[in-house]
Nanobody, 113 residues
Framework: VQLVESGGGLVQPGGSLRLSCAAS????????MSWNRQVPGKEREWVAD????????KYADSVKGRFTISRDNAKKTVYLQMKSLKPEDTAVYFC???????WGQGTQVTVSS
């Protein structure tokens, strides 16, 4: 199993970013996928998840209405579109298949002026 996150960077408050997570080594379409984030010194936090067919999504209250999770099963990739970013969104973002115990290396998102 391999998960490779990308798309992070430095963005000003109110800005947007789209994160990608390329998956391999498992039957991607058969797994619910999630995005999670972690700030140094704090526990990893669930952000959003999406069903295998892409039809059902769930969001943490802190990102609802600002973030959108989506997936492309043909490309074995899950995305996180983030808009109206706030400084408190600063974290390392990770994707994960909900029932598999594997994590990628994460991608850093920094929201700062």
């Amino acid at each position: 199993v391999q998960l490779v996150e990308s798309g992070g960077g430095l963005v000003q408050p109110g800005g947007s970013l789209r994160l990608s997570c390329a998956a391999s080594g498992f039957t991607f379409s058969g797994y619910r996928m999630s995005w999670n984030r972690q700030v140094p010194g704090k526990e990893r936090e669930w952000v959003a998840d999406i069903s295998g067919d892409g039809l059902v999504t769930k969001y943490a209250d802190s990102v609802k209405g600002r973030f959108t999770i989506s997936r492309d099963n043909a490309k074995k990739t899950v995305y996180l579109q983030m808009k109206s970013l706030k400084p408190e969104d600063t974290a390392v973002y990770f994707c994960k298949a909900l029932t598999l115990a594997y994590w990628g290396q994460g991608t850093q998102v920094t929201v700062s002026s």
